[in-house]
C-alpha cells in the first residue's frame, strides 16, 4: 500500500544526498517536496504539519549542521519522525497469562473484521499457546456467521452461534462456554456498523458491559483513508477502543491512515492484514514500516516470516543436496509452496532493501501455479533428472499441467540457471550483480 509514498520519499531523499551540505534553503526545499508526497498519500494535515515541523527544528538544529555527514543525519531525523508518527513502540495485546482472555472486534461493516477474528485467533494460539473460541456475534448482516464458520473452520478453530438470540447474550453464553471448555480466549466477532448509530453502538455498549473484554480493536480498512481516522474517533469516543486493526494494507490505496490514525486518535495500531489468507497477518512495528517507507526495508519481519515455517531437518537436508549437486525439481517444488505460503510476493520483496526499486521485480502469484502445476504433471523420474526432458516429455507435460510448451521450456531454463548459481554459492562465489533478480526469476516460469 506504501510503496507509492516510499518511491516519492525515496526519490526526494536521493536527492538530498547530491546537496553535500545543508542550509535553511535546501532543508526547506526537501521538507516542501515530502509535505507534498504526504499529502497526496492522504496523510491527514495535521500529521504532516506536526512531521514537518519537527524535522525542520531538528535538521536546523547544530548537531546536524556541525555533523560530519549532515545529509545522513537529516535522512535518519526524517525516519525517526515517520516512527514517532506511526507509535513509536509495538504494542502487544493484554493477554492474560493464565484464565480467559476476552478480546472484542468493532467497526464499520465491510471493514474486514470477520476475517481479522479468524486471524486474530491464529495469533493467539500461535503466540500465546491460547485455545480460541471464535464467537459469531453478527446476527444483522446476510450469511455473516456462515462465512465466520466456513473460514474457522478452515482453520480449525471452534464458532460459538446462537443466531436465534440477542448479541449481548450471544457473547456472555460464549463466554461462560468459554469457561467451562477450557478455552484460553474468545474472539468476538460484532456486527458491523456506523459511529453515529445511536441503537448499535448502543448494543456494543452492552456487550462490554456484559463480558468486560480485555481489549476492544477497532478494525479499519486501510483503504479508506481519512474516512478511517474520523470513524476511530468516533468509536473511541463512544466505546473506548484499546487499539487498532489495519485491513487490506496489501491495497494500491494512498495509505495515509496508517501514518495518521494512531497519531490523531491516540490508539496504538498492533497489527495489519496484508491479505486474504489468514496467514497474511502482522504486528505492527513502527519503525520496521518506516523502514520499508524509505526503502530501506524490514529483514527482520521477513526473517520472522521465514522461521515461522522453518524445519530445521529439511533445512540440513536441503543444504547437503545443494553442496552435492542433487537439488532436483522435487526439492524446488518443495520451496516454491513455502514461498507461496509466506504471502503475497509483492510484500516478501518489500521488505529487502532497495530490491524491489532496483530489480524491478514483480512476480504473478499464477506463474508460481503454473510452475507448480508443470513440476507436478512430471514423473518422479523426470523431476530427479530434468535433462531426460526431451521434446515429446515437454509436450506431454505442457498438455498435462494446461500450460505452453514455451513455458515448460522457461521453466526448465531457469531451473538449470538457478543450479549453476547453487554451484557458485557452493564455491563461496557470493550473490553478485543481478544474481537475486536471477534467483526470483527462476522461482516463476
Not at 86 to 95: N, S, W, Y
Not at 155 to 160: A, I, K, L, M, V
Not at 187 to 205: F, H, Q
Request: contains cysteine; hydrophobic residues 40%.
Amino acid at each position: 500500500m506504501l510503496q507509492s509514498l516510499g518511491d516519492r520519499l525515496s526519490q526526494i531523499l536521493k536527492k538530498v544526498k547530491g546537496w553535500g551540505s545543508l542550509n535553511e534553503g535546501n532543508v526547506k526545499e526537501g521538507l516542501r517536496d515530502i509535505k507534498l508526497a504526504l499529502l497526496e498519500a492522504d496523510v491527514n494535515y495535521k500529521v504532516v504539519k506536526e512531521f514537518i515541523d519537527g524535522v525542520t527544528v531538528e535538521a536546523l538544529g547544530e548537531k546536524v549542521l556541525k555533523s560530519v555527514t549532515p545529509v545522513q543525519q537529516f535522512t535518519k531525523i526524517v525516519h525517526d519522525y515517520l516512527v514517532k508518527i506511526l507509535g513509536e513502540d509495538a504494542k502487544e495485546l493484554a493477554v492474560r497469562s493464565g484464565g480467559l482472555s476476552i478480546l472484542m472486534l468493532c467497526g464499520l461493516q465491510g471493514s474486514g473484521k470477520t476475517t481479522t477474528a479468524v486471524k486474530l485467533a491464529r495469533h493467539l494460539g500461535k503466540n500465546f499457546n491460547k485455545k480460541p473460541l471464535i464467537v459469531a456475534a453478527d446476527i444483522y448482516r446476510p450469511a455473516a456467521i456462515e462465512q465466520l464458520r466456513l473460514l474457522a473452520d478452515r482453520s480449525g478453530y471452534e464458532t460459538f452461534i446462537e443466531p436465534d438470540d440477542k448479541p449481548i447474550s450471544i457473547c456472555a453464553n460464549a463466554v461462560a462456554y468459554a469457561k467451562e471448555q477450557g478455552f484460553g480466549a474468545v474472539v468476538i466477532d460484532t456486527a458491523g456498523r456506523l459511529e453515529i448509530d445511536e441503537e448499535m453502538m448502543n448494543e456494543l455498549g452492552e456487550i462490554k458491559h456484559a463480558v468486560s473484554p480485555d481489549e476492544i480493536l477497532l478494525v479499519a480498512d486501510a483503504a479508506t483513508g481519512q474516512v478511517a481516522v474520523t470513524v476511530a474517533k468516533g468509536f473511541d469516543e463512544r466505546l473506548g477502543i484499546t487499539g487498532l486493526i489495519l485491513s487490506r494494507m496489501d491495497s494500491d490505496a494512498r495509505g495515509g491512515a496508517a501514518l495518521s490514525m494512531s497519531f490523531i486518535t491516540g490508539k496504538f495500531i498492533k497489527f495489519i492484514g496484508t491479505g486474504e489468507k489468514v496467514e497474511d497477518f502482522e504486528r505492527f512495528y513502527p519503525e520496521r514500516i518506516a523502514g520499508r517507507i524509505l526503502n530501506r526495508g524490514d529483514i527482520v519481519s521477513l526473517v520472522e516470516k521465514v522461521q515461522g515455517d522453518f524445519d530445521l531437518d529439511k533445512a540440513k537436508k536441503l543444504e547437503k543436496k545443494i553442496k552435492k549437486d542433487t537439488f532436483d525439481l522435487n526439492d524446488f517444488l518443495d520451496q516454491l509452496k513455502k514461498l507461496q505460503s509466506m504471502g503475497p510476493l509483492e510484500n516478501i520483496l518489500g521488505m529487502i532493501p532497495g530490491i524491489s526499486k532496483k530489480a524491478n521485480l514483480q512476480v504473478d502469484p499464477r506463474e508460481l501455479k503454473h510452475a507448480e502445476a508443470i513440476i507436478s504433471s512430471m514423473t518422479l523420474h523426470e523431476r530427479a533428472h530434468y535433462k531426460v526432458m526431451n521434446g515429446s516429455r515437454r509436450k506431454r507435460v505442457a498438455l498435462g499441467s494446461g500450460t505452453s510448451v514455451y513455458e515448460v521450456n522457461r521453466l526448465l531454463k531457469n531451473f538449470e540457471a538457478m543450479k549453476k548459481m547453487m554451484k557458485r554459492f557452493k564455491k563461496g562465489g557470493g550473490m553478485k550483480g543481478g544474481s537475486i533478480s536471477s534467483l526470483m526469476q527462476g522461482l516463476s516460469v
